[in-house]
């Protein structure tokens, strides 16, 4: 696995981008989107995502790692979301965190919120935030890595009529103080 922090969007990237992006939601991943979905139905928001990660002053920074035993190919993947405020300067939020289904079980997502622990720290960050899908035990795993639950909006995800979760925000400090 070869992790790389703000890798130039080329249109073939892209596609992987958004392969995985389709595939990760089509296997029930919390990725913004509700299977079944194409790569048209999650294009025009890849668009704006990629598009925030693009140039030296973009806000946002997106971090891949590529397997090199699939040709390659990008297994996971995150952005580090700046929340363009100077009182807010010091954290990220993680969004779109996800890992290839294929590549589940693999360790992946444990080595990809360690290298975006890396990379905010390269950044000179003090903390990652992330929010979460209630319902999905995911928020168990982020807290084996570190994040903490700092608070919940109960029935704010709305997956289907009937199917509310809570939104679950965690934390994780990167320095002390």
């Known amino acids: 696995m070869r992790f790389v922090?703000?890798?130039?969007i080329t249109p073939e990237l892209f596609e992987d981008l958004l392969s995985c992006w389709v595939d990760v939601t089509n296997?029930?991943?919390?990725v913004g989107f509700v299977p079944p979905v194409t790569a048209d139905d999650i294009r025009a928001?890849?668009?704006k995502t990629f598009a925030r990660t693009a140039g030296s002053?973009?806000?946002d920074t997106v971090l891949v790692g590529f397997d090199d035993d699939d040709d390659g190919r990008a297994a996971c993947w995150l952005i580090l979301a700046d929340s363009e405020s100077g009182l807010r300067a010091h954290w990220r939020w993680l969004v779109r965190v996800m890992v290839h289904p294929k590549h589940q079980g693999k360790g992946y997502g444990r080595a990809l919120l360690l290298a975006a622990d890396?990379?905010?720290r390269s950044l000179?960050?003090?903390a990652l935030?992330?929010?979460?899908?209630?319902g999905t035990g995911v928020d168990a795993f982020y807290a084996s890595v570190g994040y903490r639950e700092?608070?919940?909006v109960p029935r704010s995800i709305r997956v289907s009529p009937g199917d509310d979760r809570d939104e679950i925000y965690m934390l994780k400090w990167l320095r002390d103080g």
């Open 45 to 47: 928001t890849a668009e």
């Open 150 to 152: 700092v608070g919940r």
């Open 27 to 30: 296997a029930g991943g919390a």
């Open 124 to 126: 000179g960050l003090d």
């Open 118 to 120: 890396d990379a905010a």
């Open 57 to 59: 002053a973009a806000p």
């Open 129 to 134: 935030q992330l929010t979460c899908r209630g």
């Open 5 to 8: 922090l703000g890798p130039e």
